[in-house]
Nanobody, 128 residues
Framework: QVQLVESGGGLVQAGGSLRLSCAAS????????MGWFRQAPGKEREFVAQ????????YYADSMKGRFTISRDNAKNTVYLQMNSLKPEDTAVYYC?????????????????????WGQGAQVTVSS
């Protein structure tokens, strides 16, 4: 099993920045990829970004490109999401996720069902 704990959420004004952290523990050697998703009230969970655990390649949802950066520190078993130029529509609960499964196409890493482990979520609120 893998346990994930997010931190770093909070309230920020539009245009501001926040950095989320996701610390992994347990069978971290089994992790192949990690991702960030978000869910706003009344909406479905939405893909934000993904990073491969070993090579560090990344992939972003189009609306996050240029504003959000996903990174990892393997020594600390931690993944980060740096969020800049935040907008009120970025308000959501942000979840980190991990998977031990390999998929042949990046598309599968944008789907919540492809991930086996989830954190508890971190609230991000952007005021206008």
């Amino acid at each position: 099993q893998v346990q994930l704990v997010e931190s770093g959420g909070g309230l920020v004004q539009a245009g501001g920045s926040l950095r989320l952290s996701c610390a992994a523990s347990g069978r971290t050697f089994s992790i192949l990829s990690m991702g960030w998703f978000r869910q706003a009230p009344g909406k479905e969970r939405e893909f934000v970004a993904q990073i491969s655990w070993s090579g560090g390649s990344t992939y972003y949802a189009d609306s996050m490109k240029g504003r959000f950066t996903i990174s990892r520190d393997n020594a600390k078993n931690t993944v980060y999401l740096q969020m800049n130029s935040l907008k009120p529509e970025d308000t959501a609960v942000y979840y980190c996720a991990a998977t031990s499964r390999y998929y042949t196409g990046i598309y599968y890493y944008t789907i919540a069902a492809s991930y086996d482990y989830w954190g508890q979520g971190a609230q991000v609120t952007v005021s206008s």
